[in-house]
């Protein structure tokens, strides 16, 4: 009897064991979605709800541009530094500026002295002298050598000297001319022993390499000056942004310290090589100067390359976490899920939603996307 009941008992214990082993466990898969999809769900408190203000908003047709952001320093052109130096040598007797001085074009940078320049204006007063009375010659002896009164040869030499003074003052001219002295106010009466150093444009004195009383080489460079009409921007174009950045694009510019204030530029030339740091570079020049854009500097630039009819959302309404991107669907009363997308291009205020059909006809969070963000991790947390 005892036998048949341990028989009974132990098949009794198998039938249920084979019972509860038909009973299917979730997967580890569709644990995870659920135990995700819940974490993702935020319902709001009424303290919460009076607390984040909230306004709803759906996805949206619109006209985009993208906007490549670039970067880099400015520098300034080859042909916008001056370094200035005396056609002659001579002892500096004043210097008029400073370093950093604004300068404009024809003023005068330093006064220079030496016996040379008495000479050479006396060379030439004497030789226009001189060719007056050649002139004078030459006219006497062609009449005469016209009527046979004179020779061929005395014309000749005549003709020679007359040829070789005119060529001889119109050099003395042009030497005046280049140390800055105009030969038409000229006389014996006004000789001087100095000339000036003229700014060629204007622009600023960067480097002042002599001083007082110094005497100074033809070769030697007196003064180096800048013109701000030639500062270049050098910006890195990085590989994904190559093909969408090309010459004569216009592009705003600002630095760090006032980027509100943009001044436009045009990008004018594409160095066509990706440097190993996986950036080209373009430079660009100011459409309009902009005092305080200085050699050396660093700064950003906006480039609009392109436009497109795209769906989007406004930006606030798109979230970041862990290098993702988030909007918040209103899905019930105080209730709210957060659901991952993919942007695209944004312009600040609004943001392009790619493969946005899912999120038609549903209600996006706007103002307090974030606030709703920051208390579903802390609930998580």
């Known amino acids: 009897m005892y036998f048949k009941q341990s028989i009974y008992m132990l098949g009794l214990i198998t039938l249920l064991a084979s019972c509860s082993g038909k009973k299917e466990e979730p997967t580890v898969y569709e644990n995870k979605k659920l135990a995700t999809k819940e974490e993702n769900i935020l319902r709001l408190t009424k303290d919460q709800m009076a607390t984040i203000h909230l306004s709803t908003t759906s996805i949206q047709d619109k006209t985009m541009e993208k906007q490549v952001k670039l970067n880099g320093k400015v520098e300034m052109a080859p042909s916008a530094v ?166 004569g694009q216009d592009i705003l510019v600002y630095n760090n310290q006032s980027p509100d204030k943009k001044t436009a530029a045009r990008i004018v030339s594409m160095v066509p090589n990706i440097e190993n740091g996986g950036a080209a570079m373009a430079v660009a020049k100011l459409s309009a100067s902009n005092p305080e854009l200085v050699k050396g500097m660093y700064i950003n630039a906006e480039v609009n390359v392109s436009s497109r009819y795209t769906l989007g959302l406004p930006s606030e309404s798109v979230v970041s976490y862990e290098n993702k991107n988030y909007v918040f669907e209103s899905v019930g009363k105080d209730t709210y899920m957060m659901i991952p997308v993919i942007v695209g291009i944004s312009d600040g205020k609004f943001t392009e939603i790619t493969k946005a059909e899912y999120l038609k006809n549903k209600k996006i969070v706007q103002k307090g996307a974030y606030s709703l963000l920051m208390a579903l991790k802390n609930k998580a947390e």
């Open 82 to 247: 001056n370094s200035l130096s005396s056609i002659m040598g001579g002892h500096i007797k004043s210097i008029n500026v400073i370093m950093g001085s604004h300068v404009s074009k024809g003023q005068v940078l330093a006064v220079v002295e030496d016996p040379q320049f008495i000479q050479l204006q006396q060379d030439y007063l004497v030789t226009k002298s001189q060719l007056e009375a050649a002139r004078l010659n030459y006219n006497r002896q062609k009449d005469l050598n016209a009527s046979k009164a004179a020779s061929d040869k005395t014309f000749q030499t005549a003709q020679a000297e007359y040829s070789t003074l005119t060529a001889t003052l119109k050099g003395l001219e042009e030497k005046l001319r280049i140390i800055g002295i105009n030969v038409k106010g000229l006389s014996a009466g006004n000789i001087r022993s100095r000339i000036n150093i003229y700014a060629p444009f204007s622009g600023f004195v960067s480097k002042i390499l002599v001083n007082n009383g110094q005497y100074i080489n033809p070769s030697d460079t007196l003064f180096e000056l800048i013109n701000p009409s030639g500062l270049l921007l050098e910006l890195k174009v990085f590989e994904n942004d190559v093909n969408d950045v090309k010459v």
